[in-house]
């Protein structure tokens, strides 16, 4: 996809993740989902690039949830499972070429966490989500990802930390959309590099071939 739809944009979760079912319909076995997130933990910075290992569905814990209505088994089941939804051999199949291409400087693992924004954090609420146990903070993801788990889909994600979530009262920056932008087209080619090779070797995983 070139670009997606969000819930802050006025789109319903059932709009926003409906090219990943018709993925599904078209023979999709693997979504890759990369985004741009504001960065809790403390020890991540700009320009950081995180692999997502889980992620918090915060609106979904206030009912805004893509598979709420009735179920359709055609896609999955009613209460699908998502303690697994990052799939791990393509995350450790990640950092093994993170290695190789030495990017391990700017490379990290966390939890993702998604808000409905439109607008970026207080204060409180940063310091809130970072007690929660999020890593980064953004306004999309994780109901694509909901759905993909849901209908069968293997799932890969990376998040591009463009910016230090402000957690302290005394601090004068203030985060804006155009860094957001800035800082994602400067690590574009980076990103690109990591999902190419990782599309060049994920279907060996499948195949049983030893990758390394
Ligand atoms: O998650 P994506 O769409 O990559 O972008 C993130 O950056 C935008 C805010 O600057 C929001 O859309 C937020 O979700
Ligand atoms: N909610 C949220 N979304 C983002 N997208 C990019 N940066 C941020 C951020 O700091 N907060």
Avoid: W
Avoid at 42 to 47: A, L, N, Q, S, W
Avoid at 89 to 97: C, G, T, V
Avoid at 109 to 127: D, K, L, Q
Avoid at 147 to 170: E, P, Q, W
Wanted: net charge negative; hydrophobic share 40%; aromatic share 8%.
């Amino acid at each position: 996809m070139q670009g997606r739809f969000h819930l802050y944009e006025g789109y319903s979760l059932c709009k926003v993740t409906f090219p990943v079912r018709i993925f599904k319909l078209l023979g999709v076995e693997t979504l890759i989902v990369t985004n741009a997130s504001g960065g809790l933990c403390p020890d991540f910075k700009v320009g950081d690039i995180m692999l997502i290992k889980d992620h918090i569905n915060l609106p979904g814990f206030a009912g805004q949830h893509p598979l709420c209505g009735p179920n359709d088994e055609r896609f999955g089941i009613r209460f699908p499972c998502m303690s697994d939804a990052y799939n791990k051999d393509l995350r450790k199949l990640a950092l093994e070429i993170s290695q190789e291409l030495n990017y391990t400087n700017f490379v990290r693992e966390g939890v993702y966490c998604m808000v409905s924004g439109p607008n970026f954090e207080t204060i409180a609420e940063a310091r809130m989500l970072q007690i929660l146990g999020c890593d980064s903070v953004g306004m999309s993801t994780v109901p694509e990802v909901t759905v993909a788990k849901h209908c069968g889909l293997r799932v890969f994600g990376l998040s591009l930390i463009t910016n230090k979530v402000s957690l302290d009262y005394s601090r004068e920056e203030k985060v804006n959309h155009e860094e957001v932008l800035e800082i994602s087209k400067m690590r574009a080619e980076h990103l690109q590099m990591m999902v190419n090779t990782l599309i060049a070797r994920a279907h060996l995983l499948d195949e049983g071939i030893n990758v390394n």
